[in-house]
């Protein structure tokens, strides 16, 4: 865990905060986090670690499945295709993910799916949030 907090951390200062930094003063910031379920509970400290990362700025934890309020693809489809929850939100996040960035540029890296995963997850839960706010 220790590691893991510290690559983190290492991470959020110099490729986040950079660009987060570029956020004109006064402009409210809000930081998206995705509360970890039973199953992945060993990443609740990587969660404390983000929301100490960002002292002064609007923190909103929420729940893993905003991101499926996203219907590029309809998660119906996903949940039906995949024996567990966990493989049919990855697998919905990354088809989502891959048809936004077929449409707008990405500097997102290629690799494999199981990494960029992640990406996919973590922007997904952004929208998920935004479109909650309606």
Known sequence: NVERIQVLCRYIKTRIMPGYASIPVGETKTVVIEFQ????????????????????????????SLKNTIDIYPYSKFAEAYSTSYGANKAHSLACFKKIEALFTSDVPAGPDDLRGHVADSFMQVLGYLKSRD
């Open 37 to 64: 379920m039973g199953a992945n509970a060993r990443t609740r400290m990587v969660v404390s670690a983000i929301i100490a990362m960002f002292p002064e700025d609007r923190v909103k934890i929420v729940g893993p």
